[in-house]
């Protein structure tokens, strides 16, 4: 395991990379989730401030 | 020819539906084949004999640095199509192509300069290669930027589709620049023709992270047009129906 995790000498620089693309891929995803979340949310209240004003 | 698919898929409810219906569809398999490719570049396959374990970088930046040009393809076509045929819908998936794009090409400029390091002794060169890639960050940057200093949507569309269009230029350049300039920068290993320059067990972890990321793309994008679509269409009276569900 310590020698996977050493990866030859390398595991100061393979290490980051995998870590790098691991948060992009996660970021994302969270981030479009979370903009169709606030989207929503926002065409739900104005659907709502419409009908209260009708 | 009958249009009526393209009239279809251009609505934005019918849109906004198939959307929320293919993004599993991408997104499990781009999972599997990520997760696979993973295994097999980490543990797999071994270790190079110039470059040691260093080598196995390639897994993330090859894919990054693929996602980051393919992107900026699919960006500038869908803005293409939003100027030529005024289709909304296609200017939303610009839109919703631009952040993606810009995040993969840091990770690919991030992972090529840990990379460059070990095996060129320097974070960073300004070579042809690594100059046209940050270039496409800044263009990434310039089209985002552009799109959320103008008000106006239709010409904040417009005058983004534009630029996103000129700098399509940029990408034959990315592309060839590692073989009309010497650069530091090793030349492409997959399209190479007739000359495969990676043994297989090191080859099929690189293509199945190259197909996986490429999947994860169209996850994303679908998911980020779904966002881009209520918010551009958040007053329609379809969507109250669709998303008060």
């Known amino acids: 395991m310590t020698e996977f995790l050493n990866m030859g000498g390398y595991g100061a620089f393979v290490w980051p990379c995998f870590a790098l693309a691991g948060f992009v891929l996660i970021w994302n995803v969270i981030a479009a989730s979370r903009l169709h979340a606030a989207a929503r949310e926002r065409a739900l209240q104005r659907a709502g401030a419409g009908e209260g004003g009708r | ?245």
Not at chain 2, 103 to 110: M, Q
Not at chain 2, 147 to 174: F, H, M, Q, T, Y
Request: charged share 15%; no cysteine.
């Open chain 2, 1 to 245: 020819m009958n249009w009526t698919w393209f009239h279809k898929l251009a609505s934005p409810p019918h849109a906004y539906r198939i959307a929320s219906r293919l993004a599993p569809w991408f997104g499990w398999p781009a999972f599997l084949l990520i997760a696979a490719g993973l295994y097999g570049g980490l543990v797999l396959a071994p270790a190079d004999y110039q470059q040691g374990d260093a080598f196995r970088i390639v897994y993330v930046h090859a894919p990054s640095a693929w996602l980051s040009m393919l992107v900026y393809g699919t960006m500038a076509a869908a803005a293409a199509i939003g100027l030529i045929w005024r289709m909304k819908l296609a200017h939303a998936v610009a839109a919703a192509s631009a952040p993606i794009g810009a995040s993969f090409t840091f990770l690919a400029l991030a992972t090529g300069s840990i990379w460059g390091k070990p095996m060129w002794g320097t974070w960073w060169v300004w070579d042809a290669r690594l100059t046209s890639e940050l270039l496409l960050l800044f263009l990434y940057a310039g089209v985002m930027a552009l799109r959320a200093s103008i008000d106006d949507r239709d010409r904040a569309d417009r005058a983004s589709a534009l630029l996103a269009i000129v700098g399509v230029v940029n990408l034959p350049i990315i592309h060839y620049s590692v073989y009309w300039w010497n650069t530091l920068h090793q030349e492409s290993t997959l399209t190479k023709i007739g000359k495969p320059s990676m043994a297989g067990d090191m080859l099929w972890p690189l293509l199945t992270m190259l197909l996986g990321f490429t999947l994860y793309f169209g996850a994303v994008l679908l998911l980020r047009l779904r966002a881009e679509i209520l918010r551009r269409e958040r007053d329609a009276s379809w969507l109250r129906s669709e998303i008060g569900r």
